[in-house]
């Protein structure tokens, strides 16, 4: 290619602001080039709860968004993964304290599929049995709330601390807790597809009864 046909395919791409979804006020993520906006699809752009917010507290806290639809000079986002930094979850542990997580896989009212994963740390060695009884209250809770909320409902909870809260408040009488926090959330599947493996299932059970006869 000659130094004037790379010049022009520089020229030729275009910037697309990509926003955050509407539940977080779509709000400037970032920009993204691309020559042709079918090239835009599914990228995804990370920032932090603290840049969206300008509170920079926050910023301990991961978001990645996904891009799924793009108009004349913007990308719009769905939410893809919540997480805690590293560090931060570093400096939550302490020597001689127990630290106790789960991965809880649950399905919102709308039908989305996500999997939460909690993590209590407290504030001395808990026992086998209390740090089993912790584990089960956190996994519980968090079955309970994605019953109870839709996609972008249970999101916020999370993003915004209230689960964390909530878990906190109730396995604390288990056993003395220091902290309770949502390290990672992650969107697994999307209505159409849970419903799609959902009906990809019954045809096999309906396969083995017929095998069976």
Do not use: C
Not at 40 to 60: F, H, K, M, P, Q
Not at 73 to 79: G, H, L, Q, R
Not at 80 to 85: G, R, V
């Amino acid at each position: 290619m000659s130094e004037r046909s790379v010049s022009r395919a520089k020229q030729e791409k275009r910037w697309y602001t990509v926003l955050a979804p509407e539940q977080f006020d779509r709000q400037e993520l970032g920009e993204t080039p691309a020559d042709e906006p079918e090239k835009v699809y599914d990228r995804t752009i990370e920032t932090t709860l603290g840049e969206l917010n300008n509170n920079a507290s926050e910023n301990n806290t991961k978001l990645t968004f996904k891009i799924t639809d793009v108009g004349s000079d913007s990308a719009y986002t769905e939410f893809k993964e919540h997480s805690l930094t590293r560090d931060y979850l570093r400096s939550l542990v302490r020597r001689g304290a127990s630290k106790i997580e789960a991965y809880v896989t649950v399905l919102t009212t709308d039908d989305y599929r996500v999997q939460i994963q909690p993590v209590a740390f407290t504030t001395k060695k808990a026992d086998a049995s209390q740090e089993k009884a912790i584990r089960e209250q956190m996994v519980q809770m968090i079955e309970d709330a994605a019953e109870e909320r839709s996609f972008e409902e249970l999101i916020d909870s999370v993003v915004e601390g209230r689960l964390s809260s909530a878990i906190y408040g109730e396995a604390k009488t288990i056993y003395p807790l220091r902290r309770v926090e949502i390290q990672k959330t992650t969107l697994e599947a999307h209505p159409e597809e849970v419903a799609e493996e959902e009906a990809t299932a019954v045809d096999v059970d309906e396969d083995d009864v017929a095998a069976d006869d």
